[in-house]
Every structure is written in C-alpha cells, then in structure tokens.
C-alpha cells in the first residue's frame, strides 16, 4: 500500500473578531466592559485556522473565513479569543500551552481548530503549515498530536473544556479524489474519548472526511454559528441542533458527531427572564401624581427583530434619535443585522440603500460606507460585477451616520481614523468617535474590536 494512501487528511476550523485580523498569527483579548461580569466564571476561548500550507494543492481556501466568524461568535458570547493563524508546529505547541496554562479555575475554555489533519494507526494530528509530508514516521514527529491538546487543557483547573475540530476537510494530497467521502476505509479523524468535564465536536464522524466548502464558510461552522447565538439552548443541545442542521443540508452526506464527558447543564447563552407586566391598569392609578412625563420607548420592544425583512422596512416611521434609544438586547439585534448585510449583500440591494440614504436612514448609510470601504463583488447568473474600494465614498456616508450618532457608523469611522485607512490617522478622532459609541447599549464586542486596535498601536 503507497505511503501516501495510508496518510488520511482532514480538516479543521476556528474564528476571528470584529473588523480585521492580520495574515499571519495575531492574539486577541476582549476584556469585559462591566465590573459585575468579574464576579463570573470567565469564558477563554483558542483560535487557530492554518490555511497556507507549503506545497500544490495544499492551500485550504476557507479556513481564515471560518476563524473569522467564529471568533466573532466568540466575542458576542462574551470569551476572551486568542486567535493565531497560519502557525509552524512549534508555534501550535507554544499557542496551545500557554492557552491551557492562562485558564483559570471554574473557567470554561473553548478550542477551535481549522486546518488539515491526518489519522495514523488510529491516532489523530493536527498539521502545522510548515509540515513536509515524505512518510508516516515525518507526520508523526512533524505534526501535532490532537491528543496532547486534549491532555493539556484537561489538565487545566477549568471546569469545562470544549475542543471544536471542523473535520474533515478534503484531502488534497490524494490525487483524483472525490469532492464527498463516505465511509469507505479509515479516513478522517480517529475517534478519540473526551477527557473529564470535556467535550469534543468533529464536523463529521470520526473516520469520514468533508467537504472544504465553495461558499466562504463551511456548512458546519456557519450552523454552529448561528446556533451558538440562540438562547436558552446547553451546550449538548447546540450541538444535538447542529449535527440535525448539517445532516438536513447535505442530505446526510455529512453527519456530525461529538461525544462529552461534561455532567452539568452549561449554557452558552442563557434564557433572559421575561420582566412581568402589570396585571392591570388599577396598578398605575395614581402615578401621574407624581409628575411623571411621557418617555418615548423603543417601538422595537416586542417586535420580531429576529425577522430581517422588519428591519428594512422599520426605521423611516421612526423619530430621528430612535438608534439612541435601544437597550442592549435590541442593539444586539440590530448588530446582528448589520453584519448579515455586510456578508451578505446582493447587488439590488444597493439602489433601495442608496434611496433611504438619502433620505436619511442610518442603517443604509452605514451599509453604504462599509460596502464602499471594503469593496465587493457580486456573483450572478449572467455575468459577474466587482464593486472597488472608494475610500472617499466610504467616508461620505459613515461620516454623515456618525454626525447623526448611530454607534455602529462611529465605530467603522473611528477603526478607519485608528488605521489611517483612506484618511490620515488621527487618532484623538478614533477614541472621541469610540467614546461617543461607548455611551450607548452597542455590543461590547463591537467596542472591544475598535478598543484593541489603540493596544496594538
């Protein structure tokens, strides 16, 4: 049997931050904004997607798209991420124990891999990007092992560990190989047992391989995404609805699986309480002789904001100020909103914006200003179009969404004023536009992603 047949390849995932993340590793902290969120078990989470492996064929072309929506997932859960990219084994080892030795007691630490793996007589390794595949006994020195990831975090005093591999990609070092595998021999990942208080998610069985994806995100890692951000779901639970979502999508040509060791009902997002309502009007009799005045509310409340259909047609019935008004569930919301339009933006999209832009709607202009900023292009049946950076336009439009305060328009512009990105640094213009954003209900990861730039400055 060639050497080569017996080397089986896989591939894993992790995620990123808000704005932007270099081509090579970087670290981020997201420290919390709030003294009460000390008092808490703290949330640490290791990101690594190694995509710019040496050699033809070897490149992964997802990887740094999936570590970027996932770390941002991480963020809005309220983890501290570390995100590493493209690293050597000696950069992984290094990554990894100082990960494991910075958890804390009673934390609950995530890892999330993106990258190739290989199985090898039934054991699994992660592989650096520096790796040079010759023969089974290289792999075995020149790749890191999955389980002395999973010794050193167990051995950590964290109370939970859950390790994420979005397994297993294609292999592109077999010649002529399939888009889809099924489990016709000992490919994939090896099935490895949860160490105590863990739990470990494959993106498919151990033994199988999956497809990198021809979308940007891998079907896997955008239905953990989104299902990490539902409330009220245990950690088994997300996975239980991930693996049913995936299964249904690809027609069960890839299904899931984890196993955990973990006893306790551990949440990612925990159900908010209801506040209760008055039972009737004759509880209120009385109050206006206090001298209270009519305060106007968010007419948000009680609204789909899931549905963003709502969104598109909600903001011109509504008083100028309404963004200054939302609580922070509403502008988690709201922000939610926003990133899908960034990522997801059709090209009839933009004459309705550019319409209500005009007209003074913040959510478009703000759309506008980022479009520009980062450019874009569109895939279409009958021909293809690409939108180029405009600064100048990017500018125009965040400039005149900021002036209105819309948070979400002031921290765009301040990363630009931070990175002198088509307009010279200014960043005593950065902080006084974070600052404003600061006042208002806007996410903390949406401030943390801005804040951290000044560190690294």
């Not at 693996?243 to 551990?266: C, F, G, H, M």
């Not at 009737?280 to 005045?293: D, I, M, Y």
């Not at 003074?360 to 279409?380: A, Q």
Request: glycine content about 6%; aromatic content about 8%; some cysteine.
């Amino acid at each position: 049997m060639p050497i080569m047949n017996r080397l089986q390849i896989i591939a894993v995932w992790m995620c990123l931050a808000c704005f932007c993340i270099p081509a090579k590793a970087q670290e981020t902290a997201s420290p919390s904004r709030t003294e009460s969120r000390a008092s808490s078990p703290r949330k640490l989470a290791l990101v690594i997607g190694n995509s710019e492996y040496q050699g033809v064929n070897r490149r992964l072309k997802n990887p740094i798209h999936d570590a970027q929506l996932m770390s941002q997932t991480l963020l809005k859960l309220g983890f501290e991420v570390q995100t590493h990219l493209d690293l050597s084994r000696a950069e992984m080892g290094k990554r990894v124990s100082a990960f494991a030795a910075s958890l804390p007691t009673g934390a609950t630490s995530l890892v999330f891999y993106a990258g190739h793996g290989v199985q090898i007589g039934g054991a699994s390794y992660l592989m650096p990007t520096d790796i040079q595949l010759s023969n089974e006994q290289n792999v075995q020195l020149s790749a890191y092992p999955l389980r002395r990831l999973l010794d050193e975090v167990s051995a950590a005093p964290s109370a939970v560990n859950i390790v994420i591999l979005d397994a297993c990609r294609d292999n592109p070092f077999q010649p002529a190989a399939p888009v889809r595998y099924r489990s016709t021999g000992p490919i994939g990942l090896a099935k490895t047992r949860a160490p105590r208080g863990t739990l470990l998610a494959y993106s498919t069985q151990p033994g199988q391989l999956a497809a990198d994806g021809k979308n940007n995100n891998s079907v896997y890692t955008a239905a953990l995404a989104n299902t990490l951000l539902e409330t009220g779901l245990t950690v088994e639970e997300v996975f239980k609805k991930v693996n049913a979502l995936v299964r249904d999508k690809t027609r069960d040509d890839q299904i899931p699986w984890y196993e955990s060791s973990i006893i306790e009902s551990i949440y990612f997002l925990p159900s908010t309480p209801k506040a209760s309502s008055p039972k009737n009007s004759n509880e209120l009799k009385g109050l206006e002789q206090l001298g209270l005045e009519p305060y106007w509310r968010s007419p948000f409340q009680g609204m789909d904001l899931d549905n963003y259909e709502w969104w598109k047609s909600a903001e011109p019935d509504q008083p100028p100020d309404w963004h200054l008004h939302l609580d922070n569930y509403e502008w988690g919301k709201l922000s939610d909103y926003m990133y899908s339009r960034e990522h997801d933006s059709k090209l009839e999209d933009i004459p309705p914006w550019l319409k209500r832009a005009e007209n003074g709607n913040v959510i478009d202009m703000t759309s506008l200003g980022v479009l520009y900023r980062d450019g874009s292009i569109f895939y279409r049946k009958d021909k293809n179009f690409q939108l180029p950076p405009n600064h100048a336009k990017a500018l125009y439009w965040l400039q005149r969404a900021a002036e209105r305060k819309f948070a979400l328009a002031q921290l765009y512009l301040a990363n630009m004023y931070q990175r002198g990105e088509g307009v010279k640094k200014d960043n005593a213009k950065a902080r006084q536009l974070l600052n404003e954003a600061s006042k208002t209900q806007v996410p903390d990861w949406r401030i943390q992603a801005v804040s951290r730039a000044f560190e690294n400055d």
